[in-house]
Antibody
Framework: QVQLQESGPGLVKPSQTLSLTCTVS??????????WSWIRQFPGKGLEWIGN???????YYHLSFKSRVSISIDTSKNQFSLKLTSVTAADTAVYYC??????????????WGQGTLLTVSS | SYVLTQSPSVSVAPGKTARITCGGH??????VHWYQQKRGQAPVLVIY???DRPSGIPERFSGSNSGNTATLTISRVEAGDEADYYC????????????FGGGTKLTVL
């Protein structure tokens, strides 16, 4: 059974770069048919998709993040990572990593990490 | 961008049936997926491709999708079903790609 675990600093200062890593076990990030994804959730609010990456390095990003976000993948470590530049307090949220099953018809999130709270504050 | 609309809350007595809706323009032409998120936990996939259940999800959970509305139905509701429920579609036409509804809080009375 696939397991995902987010790791990161917990606290980032405004204007700095947020960096999170997702370590995958029980599956290979090189496997075909899956994207690897980042999603965030503001306190007490809904889910917001950030972006996806395929094992080949192909990425898709939410339009509102495009200028600030970068997702990368390290197949040797079975990890993928998120970088979000120029953070503000509005980026304070729980960040989830997830596996996305992708088909010609649709994508869905079949496995999720437990989430990590990231606070932006000076 | 594609928008999914969910009612903020639904309340139901134990043993009754809960119906949670997800509205979108011609959503019946898309595949809809549903997630359950209990307080303090990560979301869990409960329905995919409109009506398929992952292994381990009770048969009490079912889904349908037609026209402008997709529906998650929970039969014989239990106290443990109390959670937020989110619908999601893949929007291939835009960079928004993965779209979530705003979520519905299911309260078991």
């Amino acid at each position: 059974q696939v397991q995902l675990q987010e790791s990161g600093p917990g606290l980032v200062k405004p204007s700095q770069t947020l960096s999170l890593t997702c370590t995958v076990s029980g599956a290979s990030v090189s496997s075909g048919g899956f994207y690897w994804s980042w999603i965030r959730q503001f306190p007490g609010k809904g889910l917001e998709w950030i972006g996806n990456i395929y094992s080949s390095g192909i990425t898709y990003y939410h339009l509102s993040f495009k200028s600030r976000v970068s997702i990368s993948i390290d197949t040797s470590k079975n990890q993928f990572s998120l970088k979000l530049t120029s953070v503000t307090a509005a980026d304070t949220a729980v960040y989830y990593c997830a596996r996305v099953t992708t088909t010609s018809d649709s994508d869905y999130f079949d496995s999720w990490g437990q989430g990590t709270l990231l606070t932006v504050s000076s | 961008s594609y928008v999914l609309t969910q009612s903020p809350s639904v309340s139901v007595a134990p043993g009754k049936t809960a119906r949670i809706t997800c509205g979108g323009h011609n959503i019946g032409d898309k595949s809809v997926h549903w997630y359950q998120q209990k307080r303090g936990q990560a979301p869990v996939l409960v329905i995919y491709f409109d009506s398929d259940r992952p292994s381990g999800i009770p048969e009490r959970f079912s889904g349908s999708n037609s026209g402008n509305t997709a529906t998650l139905t929970i039969s014989r509701v239990e106290a443990g079903d109390e959670a937020d429920y989110y619908c999601q579609v893949w929007d291939s036409d835009t960079d928004h790609r993965e779209v979530f509804g705003g979520g519905t809080k299911l309260t078991v009375l």
